[in-house]
């Protein structure tokens, strides 16, 4: 997921979508301890998703702090 696409999204969604990539990674971990995944690249991408997630949340609060000072 691109980072503009992320930066569209309001905060709930956001975190909405950060709860669904987690709940994702989670099932590809357990599930690909028994079987050999299709794709093996997609675990990856949804950490950097969700690393992206987080950091823009991350910029979000830190601009609303600095807006109010």
């Given at each position: 997921m691109k980072p503009?696409?992320?930066r569209k999204k309001?905060?709930?969604d956001c975190l909405k979508l950060l709860e669904e990539?987690?709940?994702k990674l989670a099932e590809i971990k357990?599930?690909?301890a028994n079987t050999k995944?299709?794709?093996t690249k997609?675990?990856?991408n949804l950490r950097k998703d969700i690393a992206r997630i987080k950091t823009i949340l991350k910029?979000?609060?830190n601009e609303e702090?600095?807006?109010g000072k």
């Open positions: 503009k696409a992320i309001t905060e709930s990539k987690e709940k357990f599930s690909g995944s299709k794709n997609e675990a990856a910029e979000n609060k702090k600095n807006h």
